[in-house]
């Protein structure tokens, strides 16, 4: 079985700042996606960045961005600029290759703060 | 944030009340999913439907049921349950593609307290 893990439960970062969470996972499968999402409070969760372990290349978005290494199973996710928006719950997620409509397995999560 | 809805968005209830919770997309996926999430605790897969067909049951206890009557509607239905069934129930939708693994947008959930 997959597992996710998130050894931050709690980050916090100065406004126009840089931080990295982390995430390891451990996996027997050469093909799957890993995806970091966002859950500020009481909203709703939404996609920040995914990957497919297939490319080589590291995804970005805008001032979010991953570093994949899949030989050490790692997949950080930086934010680069931090803003006060950026506040929330941040889970790292990994889905299989099965056929394009398997269940994702989540980390526990890591609380990011900004102080303004 | 409308792409998915669930209704109610809190829910009290007794252990010996019976409830369903509903879930709606509106983005035109065929594929749909139930996760708890508890506190302290990663989000658990509960199930899965591609197509209407429930392709995945997380070894889910029997009180909790699901329905998919079509592609945009899904419904948790839930009987005699236990304090430690209280948790924010989120549901999901992808598009099915078959060969990839699609994006999946979620709800935002209802808070179930069991008492």
């Known amino acids: 079985a997959q597992t996710v893990t998130q050894s931050q439960p709690e980050m916090s970062v100065q406004e126009a700042e840089t931080v990295t969470l982390s995430c390891t996972y451990d996996?027997?499968?050469?093909?799957?996606?890993l995806f970091w999402y966002k859950q500020p409070p009481s909203r709703q969760m939404i996609l920040v960045i995914r990957q497919e372990a297939y490319k080589q290349q590291n995804a970005t978005e805008n001032r979010f961005s991953v570093n994949f290494q899949k030989a050490a199973k790692s997949f950080s996710l930086k934010i680069s600029d931090s803003q006060l928006g950026d506040a929330a719950m941040y889970f790292c997620a990994y889905a299989g290759s099965g056929g394009g409509a398997d269940g994702l397995t989540f980390g526990k999560g890591t609380h990011l703060i900004i102080q303004p | 944030e409308t792409g998915v809805t669930q209704t109610p968005r809190h829910l009290v209830m007794g252990m010996t009340n019976k409830k369903s919770l509903k879930c709606e997309q509106h983005?035109?996926?065929?594929?749909m999913y139930w996760y708890k999430q508890s506190a302290k605790k990663p989000l658990e897969l509960m199930f899965v439907y591609n197509f209407k067909e429930q392709t995945e049951n997380n070894s889910v206890p029997s009180r909790f049921s699901p329905e998919c009557p079509n592609s945009s509607h899904l419904f948790l239905h839930l009987h005699t349950l236990q304090p430690e069934d209280s948790a924010l129930y989120l549901c999901?939708?992808?598009?099915?593609?078959?060969?990839?693994?699609?994006?999946?947008?979620f709800g935002p959930g209802t808070r179930l307290l069991v008492l």
């Open positions: 983005l035109g996926h065929n594929a």
């Open positions: 996996t027997s499968e050469s093909d799957y996606y």
């Open positions: 999901a939708s992808s598009r099915f593609s078959g060969g990839t693994q699609e994006t999946q947008y």
